[in-house]
C-alpha cells in the first residue's frame, strides 16, 4: 500500500516504521513542524510537506496521527481522494469526526 502519514510525533514514528517493515510504501509525511518532518521523512525515505494543500495525492491510505486538539482544525484543509482510506489514531475524538467529510474512514 502506498501510505501518507498526516502527523510526524510518536505514534506517526510508530506506524511508518511497521509500514515499512510490512513492505509498505510511506509516501510522504504531512507535519505541523519542519524538523520533525523532515527527521521521521528521512528516516523512511519519503518527501514531506508543513503545507495541507501539498499533500500527496496518489496514497491508497492517510493516517491521521495528531493530537486530538488538532484534528477538527486540520480536517477542514486537508483534500483526500474519495478512493483513498482515511484512519484515525486518536483515542479521545469519535471518528463521526469524519461524516460528510471523507468517503471511506
Known amino acids: 500500500m502506498?501510505?501518507?502519514l498526516i502527523g510526524s510525533g510518536n505514534v506517526a514514528v510508530?506506524?511508518?516504521k511497521l509500514a515499512?517493515?510490512?513492505g509498505n510504501e510511506v509516501q510522504m509525511i504531512l507535519g505541523r513542524s519542519e524538523a520533525p518532518?523532515?527527521?521521521l521523512a528521512s528516516m523512511l525515505n519519503c518527501s514531506y510537506t508543513l503545507?495541507?494543500?501539498h499533500?500527496?495525492?496518489t496514497a491508497d491510505i492517510y493516517i491521521i496521527a495528531i493530537q486530538d486538539r488538532e484534528i477538527k482544525t486540520l480536517l477542514s484543509a486537508l483534500?483526500?481522494?474519495?478512493s483513498a482510506i482515511v484512519v484515525l489514531t486518536a483515542g479521545g475524538v469519535s471518528i463521526d469526526v469524519f461524516k460528510n467529510i471523507?468517503?471511506?474512514y
Open 51 to 53: 503545507d495541507p494543500n
Open 79 to 82: 483534500a483526500i481522494p474519495d
Open 14 to 16: 510508530a506506524i511508518g
Open 37 to 39: 518532518a523532515r527527521a
Open 2 to 4: 502506498k501510505i501518507a
Open 55 to 57: 499533500l500527496v495525492q
Open 102 to 104: 471523507f468517503k471511506n
Open 20 to 22: 515499512l517493515q510490512s
